[in-house]
Nanobody, 119 residues
Framework: QVQLEESGGGLVQAGSSLRLSCAAS?????MGWFRQAPGKEREFVAR????????VYADSVKGRFTISNDNAKNTVSLQMNSLKPEDTAVYYC???????????????WGQGTQVTVSS
């Protein structure tokens, strides 16, 4: 069992930056960030493999968000720049063993952290 704990959410203005962190109690093969906006389904944001740091991003965040990992600290971060009101959502950290953008392939989930971007 792997426990995940997110931190770093908050309320910011459009154009600002935020950095989310996810602390993992154990190691899997891949880590991902997902988000769920009010009234919408949860969607993929970014993923990274622990080994080699291979990354993939959703088109909506490409060029603005950067996912990274710290193997020594067992943490994964999501640097979010040029935030837009449409980025407002609860952001979830997830861990799994299959390289995928699909939620169902991730075995472990954090509780989520709220990100609100005002216009």
């Amino acid at each position: 069992q792997v426990q995940l704990e997110e931190s770093g959410g908050g309320l910011v203005q459009a154009g600002s930056s935020l950095r989310l962190s996810c602390a993992a109690s154990g190691r899997t093969f891949i880590m991902g960030w997902f988000r769920q906006a009010p009234g919408k389904e949860r969607e993929f944001v970014a993923r990274i493999t622990w080994s080699g740091g291979s990354t993939v991003y959703a088109d909506s965040v490409k060029g603005r968000f950067t996912i990274s990992n710290d193997n020594a600290k067992n943490t994964v971060s999501l640097q979010m720049n040029s935030l837009k009101p449409e980025d407002t959502a609860v952001y979830y950290c997830a861990a799994g063993w299959v390289v995928s953008n699909l939620q169902r392939q991730y075995s472990y989930w954090g509780q989520g952290t709220q990100v609100t971007v005002s216009s």
